[in-house]
């Protein structure tokens, strides 16, 4: 699949942020800015992002592991289901501190995930009405922040962000 320049200008690639939140490394990337939105320039991007499209390949085609990572309400969806669909890990709310410096610490918190989903499917959880509803409560917040890395054992091979 090759992507040509017309489409990454349809589909909007070539808008960039406001002008106040820039870095000044990006300043080769950067065609000129109109209406205080920065333009890319697509010349040096599609030679990047075809560079990038080869990486993944050849990750994918050594089974290596990719995480796709999507917090903004427009690519939550599609994050989700792209990455549910290739059977890799992901991200589409809100990204923890410590997720890949401290993996040690999110792996006790995948545990803990699946040992409460464990004493749901075994119907053994707290009885006492408090104590259940704290239980769901618990249950859903650890599936909202890492239920996209639930099956995830080490660090991925490679991050795939869309901001």
Sequence with gaps: MSVTMREM???GVHFG???RFWNPKMAPYIYGHRNKIHIINLEKTLPAFN???KFIRSLA???GTILMIGTKRQAREFIAAEAQRA???YVDSRWLGGMMTNFKTVKTSLKNLKDMQAQVEAGT???I??????FQRDIAKLEKNIGGIQDMTALPDAI???D
Excluded: D, N, Y
């Design 129 to 134: 009405k408090k104590e259940a509803l704290l």
């Design 87 to 89: 059977g890799m890990p």
């Design 9 to 11: 200008l349809e589909a």
């Design 17 to 19: 942020h406001q002008t």
């Design 51 to 53: 560079e990038a499209m």
């Design 125 to 127: 959880q707290p009885a």
């Design 61 to 63: 085609a050594k089974r």
């Design 160 to 162: 795939f962000v869309i």
